[in-house]
């Protein structure tokens, strides 16, 4: 059964079937790399429940992103709201691992950034938080850019992120 037999025949709710998923990702890399092959024929919603599967899984294990690597690079481009923060908390969550590769994803994170969510807003703090703290290439050019969010954003627990990121600086 495919991948998206398994998550369109599951009785699961979203919550659930993320959970469910993202230990069968840990499980079987082929699954995983099944997203990467057929993520066009996923909806939305279907796509937010997988991102955030493999956003537990990336804490878990952050080497099983490879094959979906740039996937999760082009979810940061969706529309719907929650695959943008999904996809986020994954870059977030494998910027120590994969510097070089996550910083390709600073442009749109900074795009996200300026979303009018303020999930989408807090998941791309934390995905350019974790690459200011992994990537010091990345840094430099990051930081003048993060200290302009700053100034523009209005929601504490969002600047609150960016600030940790610099504190780990120290």
């Not at 796509?47 to 099983?64: H, N, Q, R, S």
């Not at 993060?146 to 990121?165: D, H, M, Q, T």
């Amino acid at each position: 059964m495919t991948l998206l037999e398994r998550l369109r025949g599951s009785e699961l709710r979203a919550k659930a079937a993320s959970v469910y998923f993202s230990k069968e990702f840990v499980k079987d890399v082929d699954l995983l790399k099944e997203l990467g092959e057929d993520i066009d024929l996923f909806t939305d919603v279907e796509k937010g429940i997988l991102m955030e599967a493999l956003e537990y899984a990336t804490e878990v294990d952050p080497e099983i992103v490879e094959p979906v690597i740039d996937i999760v690079f082009e979810c940061l481009r969706s529309e719907a709201p929650k695959v943008k923060w999904e996809a986020a908390r994954v870059v977030g969550n494998i910027a120590a691992r994969f510097p070089n590769q996550v910083s390709r994803s600073v442009p749109k994170l900074l795009e996200n950034a300026k979303h009018k969510g303020t999930v989408v807003r807090w998941s791309s703090a934390f995905a350019l938080g974790e690459i200011i703290k992994h990537d010091e290439k990345t840094r430099r050019k990051l930081l003048p850019e993060v200290e302009k969010i700053l100034k523009r954003e209005k929601n504490s627990g969002v600047k609150n992120v960016y600030k940790k990121a610099f504190e780990s600086l120290r």
